[in-house]
């Protein structure tokens, strides 16, 4: 069993940035996909960032160029930095990584970014 928790959500300007952690309770040295997602209010959970165990990722169209994620395989940790912040990004941002077969949460953290 894996659990999760996201920290580093705040209410930030357009054009800011914020830098979101996801700490792991066990080591994800050995797990493959580390991923970001996130839901907006009245809309449905959408991928937004995959880092792999080799550093390579991808990201969603829609923050590709903005966001960046990497992962500390030393601290548990994966990051999700977020710069050109619009507020279109305003949304509960959740970790995400699947061991075996099981999908894991965390509980989210809540980023705003007003106008």
């Known amino acids: 069993q894996v659990r999760l928790v996201e920290s580093g959500g705040g209410l930030v300007q357009a054009g800011g940035s914020l830098r979101l952690s996801c700490a792991a309770s066990?080591?994800?040295?050995?797990?493959?996909?580390l991923a970001w997602y996130r839901q907006a209010p009245g809309k449905q959970r959408e991928w937004v960032a995959t880092v792999r165990l080799r550093n390579s990722a991808d990201f969603a169209d829609s923050v590709k160029g903005r966001f960046t994620i990497s992962r500390d395989n030393a601290k548990n940790t994966v990051y999700l930095q977020m710069n050109s912040l619009k507020p279109e990004d305003t949304a509960v941002y959740y970790c995400?990584?699947?061991?075996?077969?099981?999908?894991?949460w965390g509980k989210g953290t809540l980023v705003t970014v007003s106008s």
């Open positions: 995400n990584v699947v061991v075996v077969t099981t999908n894991y």
């Open positions: 066990r080591n994800i040295h050995s797990i493959n996909n």
